[in-house]
DNA sequence: ACTAGATACTTTGACGTCCAAGTATCTAGA
DNA sequence: TCTAGATACTTGGACGTCAAAGTATCTAGT
């Protein structure tokens, strides 16, 4: 018997007679497993300032036409919930890397923008995230790029908006 | 231009000269969101008295020789940390779903041991799961399959010793 | 001109992640 | 027999996730 975890368990499926889900199972535990690894060697080499969530938004920002996007844009373009933009932000301004603005036309509106030294941080991270994580994923390039598109149709499976449903 | 802020990420990345890093990035945005995706219905399923992380606990136990496991090797099996299964063991405990003991033969270990009130609830989840996602993620169960070895190796990458190892 | 409803952001709280530190217990070796 | 080092678990804290609620601002419609 394998001493993989994840293995035990598709086995542990199969013996309670959820054979037909045993493979969904599998990849998604596999799925929140390959993120968790992901996640904690991103965080290692982003440490001790950035950690992926915080280094997205910069990224974002340092993308953007002047460098300054609405709080909500963030939330949009990351998906994530507005609260966590919110505590992400408060980070990277207590660290200087990005300040807050009010717009003047619109007073519900708050502009992050990103200052020189988060623009010189986001792209020593990038440096380091390219070389360390994103160059080499284990997988040759053509396999990732098909796994990214059969991950894209679970993605739209599960509501995403994204490249998969034009295909 | 894609609406899909994945694909806007890995065009701005080659953009910006880092063509050969797009593609791994991509891959690990989207493993990242899908997992996201999956963890918010999952999560939504199993409201309110569990999560994720309690329900794999739970069917931990549930699938135990004697519906029992010392603390370290839940945190062990399930590959998170030790201050992770305590808290979540925490509330599973609050919810009458498991008891914890101390091993009366070795004083530093404390076991942990489903109810009937859990099992029944373990039980009920997977019922619920199977049907709403473990069924139907998206993919032919042979493209499920195939997905679930290329992430595995990616998992293998990473250091965990899984089942890539072997092929 | 006014207001109900919408939008934007923050705050509070629960959750589970990890790190670091603390406490308790066990054990191999001297 | 004793102890240094190891193991097991908990606690405190930072972090970012989401839900719910609160506050401030905007706007379409009357």
Redesign the pocket.
Known sequence: MSADPIALAESHWTDHGWAHSAPGMRLVTTITRVQ?LLH?RI??LLRPD?????Y?ILMLLAFSRRGAL??????SR??????????????LE?DGYVT?ER?E???????ARITSAGRKRAKAATDVLNREVFDDVGLPTATARKVTVDLDRVRAHLGDACDAERE
């Open positions: 968790q904690q965080d290692d950035l950690t992926f969530a915080r997205e609405p709080m909500s844009v963030i939330g990351l998906q994530v919930h507005a609260a966590s933009v919110t505590s992400a932000v408060d980070r207590r807050r717009v036309s619109d007073g519900r509106r708050v502009l």
